[in-house]
């Protein structure tokens, strides 16, 4: 009589069985990780995210209507231990103010955001460059040595007026700087 050979393992016990609920858990983890750059790319706002960032978060869809950025509220404002406060609102296609004025050899706390798209806030002639993305304010600090006009350029690419949008910055002598009426601080076009 012949003998069957038996077979020198069984096959059935060396396969892995699939793990469905490590393989659901890990697949969620990895979904929940992507959703989380694709929420900042795309600008989705995300309540949490939100409380998270604290302070530096802001509406950019009120920014006009109320909070610091609020249009009287723009522009320069002297702080009393001499340095200066320049709050900025960067939009498709300008700076608001569109002039800025700072004086000469003073700290310059820059606040900024965006009412729209990830703009970046340029002084030509300076190293500075200032991020500005929407729902989040961004700040600076800021000195210009001497007085003279610069001319200030987004640099990040924003849409189709991406290069038009540009505006000014004036640094003033620092002794003709507090003779300033409020209004002309704010902005200086209207000086
Ligand atoms: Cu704003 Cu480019």
Redesign the pocket.
Known sequence: MRMRSQPLYNRARIEQPVNWRKLRTFLLTLLILCLIPATRYYQIDVPLLRFLRGSHHVDPFSLHLSGEFVENNLGTEQNPDGSVTVRVI?Q??LFIPHCILVPAGAPVHLRITSAD?V?SLTFGGSDYAVKVLPGTISEAQLQFPRAGDYKTV?R???GAG?YA?RSELKVVPRDQFPALRPEERGNCAAR
């Open positions: 960067a498709q296609y798209a703009h987004c990040e690419f924003c991406h949008m």
